[in-house]
């Protein structure tokens, strides 16, 4: 749920900024704020996969140990 939220809201971003700004003008920096904005959102998704994966290794190294 909060990658999908995370993902809408970096695109509505996205086209916003574009949009604001002349993009023949501005190209360089749309383009640099596109790639900012998807390392953000691949840096989020690795964190939250991250965190997923250490909840389920504490959690079956707990079991393990009362077994």
Same mark, same amino acid.
């Given at each position: 749920? #909060?990658?999908?939220?995370? /993902?809408?809201?970096?695109?509505? =971003?996205?086209? &916003?900024? /574009? +949009?604001?700004?002349? +993009?023949? #003008?501005y190209?360089?920096?749309?383009?640099? /704020?596109?790639?900012?904005?998807? &390392?953000? =959102?691949?840096? +989020?998704i690795?964190? !939250?996969?991250?965190r !997923?994966?250490?909840?389920?290794?504490?959690?079956?190294?707990?079991? #393990?140990?009362?077994?």
């Amino acid at each position: 749920m #909060k990658k999908g939220i995370m /993902l809408v809201s970096t695109v509505l =971003v996205i086209v &916003f900024v /574009l +949009f604001m700004l002349d +993009f023949n #003008k501005y190209y360089p920096v749309s383009v640099i /704020l596109l790639c900012l904005s998807l &390392f953000k =959102v691949i840096d +989020f998704i690795q964190l !939250e996969e991250l965190r !997923e994966d250490g909840n389920n290794s504490v959690c079956y190294n707990k079991n #393990k140990e009362k077994l």
